[in-house]
């Protein structure tokens, strides 16, 4: 009897950790949205809901745990043939792209307004040694190795013109970003 009320103790204590450590995990965007535990869906259905004119204020900042270093980039508008508008924005750190910081508002008409996708909260790193554009293509091949790129394959490229008539080409491009491997 003393060990099954031992258990049941154990069991207790272990619950109760376990739900405290949950609840410290809620972000702040918990208090404006409804969201499920391994999702990236959003509902901004508690009556604050961020549109592309203040997603960068300071209550949405303070929502989305970011400082005035940090912003959102609109990149992309559109709306569909339901009439839902769709708002892509890159997060951007001190002015460069933080890589797969894209996140995605969707306007209803007369409806909750949901967004999805990544972000990094609290993202604050100071500005290390800037690379050269080669240093870090050289990094990049290195690290996914290829017998061809695409850029290579004259095929390839030559169906990228077609489709751009002659604009683009698949070579690297050099754009400086914040290359992070954590986010939301």
């Given at each position: ?67 005035n270093n940090n ?8 709306t569909d043939d ?77 169906s990228l013109r ?23």
């Amino acid at each position: 009897m003393k060990n099954i009320l031992s258990v049941l103790d154990l069991l207790f204590i272990y619950s109760t950790v376990t739900r405290s450590q949950n609840i410290e995990k809620e972000s702040p965007l918990s208090l404006i949205t409804t969201h499920k535990m391994n999702s990236n869906w959003y509902r901004f259905d508690k009556g604050v809901k961020p549109t592309k004119e203040n997603l960068n204020s300071l209550e949405m900042k303070q929502y989305f745990e970011m400082d005035n270093n940090n912003s959102f980039q609109c990149i992309k508008s559109d709306t569909d043939d339901l009439r839902i508008i769709h708002h892509s924005f890159q997060q951007v750190y001190k002015g460069y792209p933080v890589q797969f910081a894209i996140f995605k508002i969707h306007e209803f008409k007369d409806k909750t307004i949901e967004g999805n996708g990544h972000y990094v909260p609290q993202f604050n790193k100071d500005i290390p040694t800037i690379i050269s554009f080669n240093e870090a293509f050289n990094f990049a091949k290195q690290y996914f190795p290829s017998e061809k790129y695409m850029w290579q394959d004259s095929m390839e490229e030559l169906s990228l013109r077609k489709r751009s008539r002659g604009t683009s080409n698949l070579y690297a491009k050099e754009e400086l970003i914040w290359a992070v491997s954590t986010w939301k």
